[in-house]
């Protein structure tokens, strides 16, 4: 069962790893360092404009999520997930984790910070993270030609957004197969 926490000191070492290990198919540039993640962490525990979370399964640390760039008066924000990278080579368990942390992001978003979109910026040959994404309820809105420079070529920026008004509808059928 997949459950949410606060990020920890602890996790840093973790998420440093993960992340260098999956930079191509992340926005990040570079290596990241110890004293990369020690500010990052000394950031995040202030900058309003940022809610991360703890991912666990049981009591392991499988990655962080949440809502990035919050935009608190024109009521939006970007959604961010990075899990361990066996997890997330993974077709069907980083579906899974995907689908957790999407509910929950949705109703934090939605329900406790009032936002009215959420969107996401991948880089187009993440074709699952899309598709996972549709599947969800997030429409295309844009896409930024030539936005991203990987390994030596030039890829589109996918921009998917999910507003309030369609979250309740598929809120409501999460509700019902939670039941079931």
Same mark, same amino acid.
């Given at each position: 069962?997949?459950?949410? $926490?606060?990020?920890?000191?602890? !996790? ?23 004293? &990369?993640? *020690? ?23 499988? $990655? ?6 919050? &935009?608190?008066? !024109? ?21 899974? +984790?995907?689908?957790? *942390? =999407? ?6 978003? =939605? ?9 996401? +910026? ?14 969800? $309820?997030?429409?295309?809105? *844009?896409?930024?030609?030539? !936005? ?23 809120? !409501?059928?999460?509700?019902?197969? &939670?039941?079931?």
């Amino acid at each position: 069962m997949i459950t949410f $926490g606060n990020i920890k000191k602890e !996790h840093l070492p973790f998420l440093k790893k993960w992340r260098n290990e999956q930079k191509d198919i992340l926005r990040q540039t570079k290596l990241l360092t110890d004293k &990369d993640q *020690a500010e990052w962490f000394k950031k995040i525990k202030r900058d309003k404009n940022q809610k991360l979370f703890a991912v666990y399964e049981g009591k392991k640390f499988i $990655g962080y999520c949440g809502l990035v760039y919050i &935009d608190f008066r !024109h009521k939006r924000a970007e959604i961010s997930l990075l899990t361990e990278t066996k997890r997330a080579k993974n077709k069907e368990t980083y579906g899974e +984790d995907f689908i957790s *942390a =999407f509910k929950m992001l949705c109703r934090y978003a =939605f329900e406790n910070l009032k936002l009215n979109k959420i969107y996401t +910026d991948t880089i187009d040959f993440r074709k699952e993270n899309i598709r996972i994404l549709e599947k969800l $309820g997030f429409k295309k809105e *844009a896409i930024l030609k030539k !936005h991203y420079f990987k390994k030596g070529i030039y890829y589109d920026s996918i921009i998917q957004s999910l507003f309030l008004k369609d979250w309740k509808k598929i809120n !409501h059928g999460f509700q019902k197969k &939670d039941k079931n």
